[in-house]
């Protein structure tokens, strides 16, 4: 039997309908509890993108590595089986080789400059690692400088340093710039070192001051020095394939969720910094400064920055993203 005209017209409607009202879930993952600006950014995202969707995608959030550790989601992310990760950018460059150029040592002097360079490589960043891993930054969170904290001695100078047990994330390029201060660092997963710490298995590790107060490191470490190497950053980053598979609308809906997420850890963590370096001297941890000697320390890293380029994309595109970076941060 033919349908009448007016419920031929419904029908049709119907399933306009149902196409606009489809649900669509983000699951998102991250290491930090859930007093860290990964956690706040990771909020204001959710929040962002069920406002700008209207309802039409809700974001499940995952605190402390509860899908898996960072590496093991990166590669999930990559494949859609978890949409979305706040990771350390380490954990994301043995996927996508071009991010190393965010790992490269002393590469910005503040947050100031850091904010502006990382704006200024989104896009083209996003240019590359879509094609190499899969993978869309919607925005770059950044933490403050990593910072090194030990239970032995104050480090204030490169000799300082020799014969420290460090832990460093399981990255080459950090580890090349801790070997191009003496020492053979340990590169271990972020959830096991707490553990080692405590037992003894490591002297020291490098991260901002804000997780050395989340993780508690004050219980088990003595010492902390700003090293300034290496300003931390981690992205908002999101499944290419999941983010290919959404209408224009909503890809537009997550893209500026995430860019303003990230806006909002930024100014959680100049605040939590501040914080959290009150509280850690409180609990009785050494906070020494900048090492004496840091000139030795920075002209040592950035003088291997030549052999790192190789595993950052290329010599063309490093040089390219730094001095995209310098120019957009003068």
Not at 150 to 164: Q, Y
Not at 191 to 214: H, K, M, R, S, W
Request: aromatic share 8%; no cysteine.
């Amino acid at each position: 039997m033919l349908l009448k005209a007016g419920a031929f017209a419904l029908s049709l409607a119907g399933l306009a309908t149902g196409a606009v009202a489809q649900d669509y879930t983000i699951r998102l993952s991250h290491g930090d509890n859930e007093t860290n600006p990964t956690h706040i950014t990771a909020m204001a995202f959710a929040e962002k993108v069920d406002e700008y969707s209207d309802g039409r995608i809700k974001v499940q959030i995952f605190p402390s590595n509860q899908l898996g550790s960072e590496e093991e989601v990166v590669r999930a992310v990559r494949n859609n089986t978890i949409q979305a990760q706040i990771p350390a950018m380490a954990n994301v460059h043995p996927v996508a080789p071009s991010v190393g150029v965010l790992l490269l040592p002393y590469l910005f002097t503040s947050s100031e400059e850091a904010h502006a360079g990382l704006d200024a490589i989104l896009e083209p960043m996003n240019d590359r690692i879509t094609q190499e891993g899969g993978l869309r930054f919607l925005g770059i969170l950044e933490k403050g400088f990593r910072v090194l904290t030990n239970s032995v001695r104050p480090v204030e100078t490169l000799e300082d340093l020799k014969g420290l047990k460090i832990r460093v994330s399981p990255n080459e390029i950090v580890i090349a710039t801790f070997q191009s201060w003496g020492i053979d660092p340990i590169p271990m997963g972020w959830g096991e070192v707490f553990t080692a710490l405590q037992q003894g298995v490591i002297d020291g590790q490098e991260n901002p001051y804000t997780t050395a107060q989340t993780s508690k490191f004050y219980e088990i470490q003595k010492y902390i020095t700003e090293i300034h190497y290496m300003i931390w950053t981690g992205p908002l980053l999101i499944s290419e394939k999941f983010y290919q598979g959404l209408p224009p609308d909503l890809q537009d809906a997550v893209s500026r969720a995430g860019a303003e997420a990230v806006q909002i850890g930024r100014a959680a963590n100049a605040v939590q910094t501040e914080e959290a370096m009150t509280f850690l001297a409180e609990k009785g941890m050494v906070l020494s400064g900048p090492p004496k000697d840091e000139e030795a320390w920075r002209d040592a890293a950035r003088g291997i920055w030549q052999n790192l380029y190789p595993s950052v994309g290329g010599e063309e595109w490093a040089v390219t993203a730094t001095g995209l970076m310098a120019e957009a941060a003068k």
